[in-house]
């Protein structure tokens, strides 16, 4: 173990030209995922006071709110698709066992396309229908 003790995975570019898609499948268990950006932000609030994912609700209900379980994208069909560039702000992916549960082993399947990004002065027809828009978060959380 010594010897891996420098070693640090990144899921961000460290150039300011390149995107990383990151596509995501669960194993099947008993557990949902909760996903913020910046860390104390979650994705999923909505626009009403007390309406925001708490893991800690005892009566169970906003625990699911904007949860995502196994189903929602299976480990050989991934169907989350999260895209990095270079300083973003840190996406935070949390797992919750759901209770009752003695025992879970939670298995993410991750696979990394790495994407060249560049400017196209005048594109052409065709290659404004082939074109992916991808806002940032600030734009999809509005």
Known sequence: LQRFRHYQESMYPTKQNSLFEVLLGFKPGNFLSHW???????V?????????????????????LGARQPKDSPYD?????????KDLAPLIMRLYVLP????EKIVVGL???KCLMREIAAPT??????AKVIRYYDYLRW
């Open 36 to 42: 913020y950006i910046p860390a104390g932000k979650s």
């Open 44 to 64: 999923h609030n909505l626009e009403y006071a007390q309406m925001y994912p708490d893991l800690t609700d005892v009566t169970g209900k906003r625990k699911y």
């Open 77 to 85: 069909d991934p169907r989350i698709k999260l895209y990095f560039v």
């Open 100 to 103: 009752g549960v003695a025992f």
């Open 111 to 113: 696979t990394v396309n």
């Open 125 to 130: 027809e065709d290659q404004l229908l082939k």
